[in-house]
C-alpha cells in the first residue's frame, strides 16, 4: 500500500515539474518573441520625415524635451478625468453637478494638451526653413485627420497656423 501512494506522489511530482519546465520555457520564448518583432527608434516620426540637419535635430530635441513631461501630466490628468466620468456615468444614482464639473475640467484638459501641441508646433516652425515649414504644417494636418483633399483643408491649415 505504501509502495502504491509513494508511486502516485511520484508521478503527480514528475508531472508538475513537467508541467513548471514547459511553461518557463513557453514564457521565456514568448518575451523573446515579444521584443524581437520590435524596431529600435533610431529618430523620431517628425525628424526623419523633416531630414533635419544636425543643428536643426537638436533643437528638435530640445524642444520636444520642454513640451513632454507637461503634456504627459495633462494626458494623465486628463485620463483619470475620463475614468472619473465613466464611473459617475455608470452609477445608479448619477450626480449632474459632478459630471458637469468633470465634464469642464476634461474639455478644460483638452484645451490645455492642444495649445501644447499649437506651442510646440509653431517652436518647430521657428527652426525650419520655409520648404521644411510646409512639410511640417503637412505632418501635423495629417496627424490631425486632415488630408490635403478634405474639403475643411484650407480651415484645418489656418487653424494650426
Do not use: G, W
Not at 503637412?138 to 496627424?143: A, H, I, P, R, V
Amino acid at each position: 500500500m505504501v509502495k502504491k501512494h509513494f508511486r502516485i506522489i511520484l508521478t503527480v511530482i514528475s508531472i508538475l515539474v513537467v508541467c513548471n519546465v514547459v511553461t518557463l520555457t513557453l514564457l521565456l520564448t514568448n518575451d523573446s518573441k515579444k521584443h524581437a518583432h520590435r524596431p529600435h527608434k533610431e529618430k523620431c516620426f517628425l525628424k526623419s520625415k523633416l531630414d533635419l540637419t544636425e543643428e536643426q535635430s537638436v533643437a528638435f530635441d530640445s524642444i520636444k524635451k520642454k513640451y513632454k513631461s507637461h503634456a504627459k501630466e495633462l494626458d494623465k490628468e486628463l485620463k483619470s478625468c475620463q475614468r472619473d466620468m465613466i464611473m459617475l456615468v455608470s452609477e445608479v444614482d448619477v450626480d449632474t453637478i459632478k459630471m458637469q464639473e468633470t465634464k469642464e475640467r476634461i474639455i478644460l484638459l483638452q484645451d490645455a494638451l492642444f495649445q501644447t501641441t499649437i506651442r510646440q508646433y509653431k517652436e518647430y516652425m521657428n527652426v525650419l526653413d520655409s520648404t521644411k515649414q510646409e512639410t511640417l504644417k503637412e505632418l501635423y494636418l495629417e496627424m490631425f485627420r486632415c488630408k490635403k483633399d478634405c474639403r475643411k483643408h484650407t480651415k484645418c491649415a489656418k487653424d494650426i497656423k
